[in-house]
């Protein structure tokens, strides 16, 4: 059987990666503004690698430089200056935005890549049926967990006092569900495609396929308050290369995946990391960003996750910034290469992996961890 090392798309996962942030790479073309661009090394940050290879950044009039950051200090990092722009989760954000830090949504990247999956052997057929259940997550406060107290909060369980919950590594949730530990789990792709491809769980909530979230934005463009306040013209022309570079994503998945395997920034499979890519709706959108953070404040506030007392309103215009240049009707106007070779193949079958990389030897062999690129 061939060994597959993956790189899980985790766009929630709680590892952290090894060493503090580093600079690695710099555009050398000099007469261009400065920008510095965040990363962690997640499969989905492919319009970051994308918007970098191919000259997104260079077209706007920036000079990038990458900073590559560890996942447990990358919101600090953002706040204090460290870099400038990025794109990661809105959920994972709007708490700490919500206390003060001084951060900015400007667009939206992709939708959804949580569930909320419970077994086929279970009698778990509805949220409400998880009423006083285990559910696994690979950490207590990862966007998985935070989207399935959304989910609880909306249908009017207490996910605080009604829900047990259980921290596993994000490569063995299927294997706590196996073995009894769990009676449901809260994941992000690949896992949550992993575990259906191998017939271990049922879709309980899926982000990206049912309302209301099917249509709400995951990711969404991030900048540095302290930096959009003195450079708003470098950050629109920033915002507006990570957007064209999920549009290049959406595009050409296949092609993106490659990218992001052989420039190193992930260490993966191409073709698992293809498929990753395919299903998370690299639809870029200005105004479906907005609607996104209002969304998501709305449901944590009725969930616990933020202050009851809490505006949502102000918290969203706090939160999103419109920038020259950044409009919906720019993107529906914005037009990217398509490739030949850039589609996956038709012939793909993801349980041609699913098996081994969750069986106990494959978690622990892949253990679907961001690897640093040296």
């Known amino acids: 059987m061939r060994i597959v090392r993956i790189t899980l798309l985790v766009l929630l996962a709680a590892f952290l990666l090894p060493g503090g942030c580093e600079r690695e790479k710099s555009a050398s073309t000099t007469g261009l503004t400065k920008v510095r661009v965040g990363y962690i090394g997640l499969t989905c940050e492919a319009p970051i690698y994308v918007a970098y290879e191919k000259g997104f950044f260079k077209e706007e009039g920036l000079e990038v430089e990458l900073v590559r950051c560890q996942w447990a200090q990358y919101k600090d990092v953002l706040a204090l200056g460290g870099f400038d722009i990025t794109h990661h989760l809105i959920m994972y954000f709007l708490k700490p935005i919500e206390m003060g830090l001084d951060v900015k949504f400007t667009g939206g990247i992709h939708r959804g890549c949580l569930r909320v999956q419970a077994g086929t052997k279970g009698n778990i057929h509805s949220i409400e049926d998880l009423r006083n259940k285990r559910i696994g997550v690979p950490g207590m406060g990862t966007p998985p ?7 609880m909060g909306a249908h009017g369980i207490d996910a605080t006092k009604e829900i047990q919950w259980k921290v596993f590594p994000a490569g063995d949730l299927g294997l706590a ?8 789990v809260a994941d992000s792709e690949p896992i949550g495609s992993l575990l259906l491809a191998d017939g271990k769980v049922r879709n309980i909530s899926d982000q990206a396929a049912d309302p209301p979230y099917k249509d709400e934005y995951c990711c969404a463009v991030l900048v540095n308050g302290k930096f959009l306040a003195k450079n708003p013209k470098a950050a629109a022309a920033a915002t507006r290369a990570l957007l064209k570079g999920a549009k290049w994503v959406d595009t050409n998945p296949a092609a993106a995946a490659r990218l992001s395997v052989e420039k190193k920034y992930i260490l993966s499979n191409v073709d698992l990391n293809t498929h990753a890519l395919s299903q998370l709706h690299y639809v870029p959108s200005v105004s479906g960003a ?8 709305l449901e944590m506030k009725k969930a616990g996750m933020l202050n009851p007392r809490t505006d ?11 920038l020259d240049g950044v409009t919906d ?14 589609q996956p ?9 699913a098996a081994e990389i969750l069986s106990p030897a494959g978690s622990k062999r892949s253990c679907c961890i961001a690897t640093m690129r040296r």
């Open 312 to 322: 949502v309103a102000e918290l969203v215009r706090r939160s999103f910034v419109h």
């Open 177 to 184: 569900l196996d073995r009894g530990l769990v009676d449901a």
């Open 345 to 353: 193949r038709k012939d793909f079958d993801l349980r041609e992996y």
């Open 290 to 297: 907005e609607a996104a953070v209002n969304s998501a404040a």
């Open 329 to 342: 009707e720019w993107l529906a106007n914005l037009q990217v290469e398509k490739l030949a070779d850039g």
């Open 145 to 151: 967990f935070v989207f399935a107290s959304r989910v």
